[in-house]
């Protein structure tokens, strides 16, 4: 192993000419992302923050949105490893903080390392008890997870609270209406777990970009929405973003009513339970 190479999983970094490989052939990533994975991997196990990684990839002197380039640097980067940012694997996401390696690194300290003299064997009928431990431990771990998590983990979604943008202070309580409507509709659907209205909003409140807000809360999916129109015949108008991969998978504005309004959130709502699950 080259002096400058780190492995993990079935990948090779090089770390001083900025080369990927997996199973032995190089996989193209770009200079961005690949400055941030040596960041990384080099600090295995330990939370890199954002500002870290900015100063590490672009330095001071450069003029980006840091925000979005570190963000699009992080897909990137879980794209080509074939990371889950929900089940990772080599990126773990630590909320408000920055980003963590997590998958075992060897290096070539440790690959080259002496080994002790001598060889230690472990008697058969140690090793057969410990084998029963082994399984022991791994049965009854297992029944202590089903007790806690008894099916798979739920699809998170994040509703921000709408926006009343019809210039009629007056219609801010149905702004807030819609959002709760919503937030009810998405929750009564089975396997779906949406984030309260006042953390929620919290985070909307900080300016964080629409991403970002789903990332910090671990969030699969992120709906955005706002009251827009005349004060006579306002129109919901909502999106709903994949947070992985920062895609946008529906947008659509329905008009609202006294004799409708309760229909329009249904359909958003059911909009919603559609894509998540």
Known sequence: MSAHTLRF????????????????????????PMKMLV??????????TR???????????TVVDYDNGLNWSVRKIRETLGDDPL?????ETVPRKGY???????????????RAAGRWFMRPRTLRVAIVLAVCCVLLGGGLLQQRWPGAR???IVVLPFDNLTGNTGQDFLATAATDQ?????????????IDRMTAAKLKRSEECII????????????????????????????IYRVHDNTKLWAGQIPIGPDRGMSAYQLIAAKIGAIAQ
């Open 87 to 91: 089940n990772p694997r080599f990126i």
């Open 39 to 48: 960041v990384l991997a080099q600090r295995a196990g330990q939370v890199v």
């Open 154 to 156: 739920p699809t998170t």
């Open 100 to 114: 963590r390696f997590v998958a075992p690194v060897i290096s070539p300290a440790a690959a080259t390392a002496p």
């Open 182 to 194: 919503v937030i009810t509709g998405v929750g009564s659907r089975r396997g779906l777990n949406v």
């Open 212 to 239: 970002r807000i789903g990332e910090q809360l671990r969030a699969d999916f992120v709906v955005e929405g706002s009251l827009v129109g005349p004060a006579d015949a306002p129109l919901i108008t909502a999106g």
């Open 9 to 32: 999983g079935n990948f090779e970094l090089d770390t001083r000419v900025g080369e990927l490989r997996r199973d032995g052939r190089t996989v193209k990533l770009q200079p961005q």
């Open 51 to 61: 500002e870290e990684l900015q100063s590490a990839v672009w330095g001071h002197d």
